[in-house]
């Protein structure tokens, strides 16, 4: 999963960071609305956190003009502005949550969490293709109901193809979702992470399908 900070305070917005590349997140940050608000319109995201006192375009004008947009992506604002006609201001505008600083960490987790399995249309938070089952809560990964034990990287991917079963997915498009936009990615490490995935999910289950495709010349896509 893939998760925008757009926050002034780069002691906050570098901790944010860390602390969810730890959970097995992508995070991108930017530091000004205006840069903030062109990641969001030109970059796939899950969520993103969104300071409201920002420099270049506050964040009352980002969420209005991202919904004008027609950019659903789940926005929680993340402010030192507590006062109740700030969260209405905030929420009008189009925004899905709203946490105050100082904050918990694992509350923010929390409710990352729940912003992200609120579907677009309704679904599981167990995801499931056949007899492979992710579990994007506990982060458990089963094949007929033995356990597969994945690295962050290699949850992320897999959610992302189950997400999109049956969809031939490029490698561009697998960068922009699980990796950071910063991230240091080599020519082969798309092929290296679905070898790795091969090695896990299909070949240790010789009498089920592989459902880990490749489609020469275009990418890479889960199920028939």
């Known amino acids: 999963m893939r998760i925008l900070i757009v926050e002034d305070e780069h002691r906050i917005a570098t901790a944010i960071k860390k602390g969810l590349e730890q959970e097995g997140y992508a995070a991108d940050v930017a530091y000004t609305g205006t840069e903030g608000y062109a990641f ?32 659903h992506t789940p926005v929680l604002i993340l402010t030192a502005k507590g006062q109740l006609h700030d969260k209405i201001l905030g929420l009008d505008s189009g925004a899905d949550d709203y946490l105050t600083k100082p904050f918990a960490f694992e509350e923010l987790l929390a409710r990352i969490r729940a912003l992200i399995r ?7 938070n167990v995801l499931v293709i056949e007899d492979l089952q992710l579990n994007t809560l506990s982060f458990e990964t089963t094949r007929n109901n ?46 290296v992470y679905i070898r790795k995935l091969r090695n896990k999910v299909d070949l240790p289950f ?17 199920g028939t």
């Open 118 to 124: 609120r579907p677009k249309v309704t679904q599981s």
């Open 40 to 71: 969001a319109v030109t970059e796939e995201y899950d969520l993103i956190i969104l300071d409201l006192m920002l420099p270049g375009k506050d964040g009352i004008t980002f969420c209005k003009e991202l919904r004008g947009e027609k950019i």
């Open 206 to 222: 010789p009498k089920s399908r592989h459902l880990i495709q490749t489609v020469r010349g275009f990418g890479y896509k889960i």
């Open 146 to 191: 033995k356990p597969i034990f994945l690295s962050h990287k290699e949850f992320s991917l897999l959610e992302y193809l189950i997400r999109n079963a049956k969809k031939v997915l490029t490698k561009d498009q697998i960068i922009a979702h699980v990796w950071n936009y910063d991230a240091d990615i080599l020519p082969n490490t798309i092929e």
